[in-house]
């Protein structure tokens, strides 16, 4: 029996998981207290805390209209980032050999290459297909940059999916497609869901893409809080910032219990 004690290595871990996550998390919380001051610029608070930043938030036209911009160009491209990202991941999955890590590592490029490189080749291509300034632009712009993201989950998910699933399916009479529809997906669908969440974030909080590939008429929640900050230091922007993080973080707490929705039936079946 060994006589070290594996519970204080592990405290010791623990307790530097929450520091870190303290340093990265409390600079955000500055803007909760700001977006909540009395005074008509960004300051705390000095006589009391007011939300009328956050009522005019509610009753401008133009944040709401940026609202509604940014969840329509983060649905479609969500939506066009996971079908595309899992099905290059599952044929690069049924791929399998020499060909398959090639070929993920060309999906996860846009993660690789440095969005003002990937904004700036976006603007020279959309030039000639008259996309410039565009929601179709801007969305296939955002799915590109999202697809390595649904690559990383749906492939974490393939790793612990039984391959001996499908060839039993397709024992027992189900065409291709049919296991793929009825076996593969439902086994993935945690998988989905994480990536699908994660290209969201990724659209929501995009910035660069949108000052090469848009100009005025497409004015994401991003691009006004930076057309703010360059004209005028509106208080209204620390609660637009508020907003933004408590969304990513609902959005976060989601990605976590969709990820343990995909190790609970793993841990299932080992046992």
């Not at 998390?25 to 009328?52: C, E, F, K, N, W």
């Not at 296939?140 to 999916?161: D, E, Q, R």
């Not at 291709?176 to 669908?189: D, E, K, M």
Request: hydrophobic share 55%; charged share 10%.
């Amino acid at each position: 029996m060994s006589d070290r004690d594996p519970v204080g290595p592990s405290r010791l871990v623990k307790g530097l998981n929450w520091l870190i996550l303290g340093l990265l998390i409390l600079p955000m919380t500055i803007v909760i207290p700001v977006s909540l001051t009395d005074r008509p610029y960004l300051s705390l608070p000095r006589h009391g805390l007011s939300a009328q930043h956050y009522i005019r938030l509610l009753t401008s036209p133009e944040w709401l209209f940026s609202f509604l911009q940014s969840f329509t160009i983060g649905a479609a491209s969500t939506a066009i980032a996971v079908i595309a990202g899992s099905l290059a991941t599952i044929g690069c999955w049924l791929l399998g050999g020499r060909w398959s890590a090639p070929l993920r590592v060309l999906l996860l490029m846009p993660l690789i290459i440095p969005s003002v490189v990937y904004a700036l080749g976006a603007y020279r291509m959309f030039v000639t297909l008259h996309l410039l300034d565009t929601y179709l632009g801007v969305i296939l712009a955002h799915a590109v940059t999202a697809i390595p993201y649904v690559v990383i989950t749906v492939s974490a998910a393939l790793a612990g999916f039984d391959p001996a699933l499908l060839r039993a399916a397709r024992g027992l009479g189900a065409s291709y497609p049919q296991a793929l529809r009825h076996v593969l997906l439902p086994g993935i669908f945690p998988g989905l869901i994480s990536g699908a969440i994660l290209a969201f974030m990724h659209s929501w909080d995009e910035i660069v893409i949108v000052l090469f590939v848009a100009s005025r008429s497409i004015v994401t929640v991003p691009r006004r809080i930076w057309d703010g900050i360059n004209d005028q230091l509106d208080p209204a922007i620390a609660a637009v910032a508020t907003v933004m993080v408590m969304i990513s973080v609902l959005l976060l707490t989601a990605n976590h219990y969709a990820s343990r929705a995909g190790r609970r039936p793993a841990a299932d079946d080992e046992r």
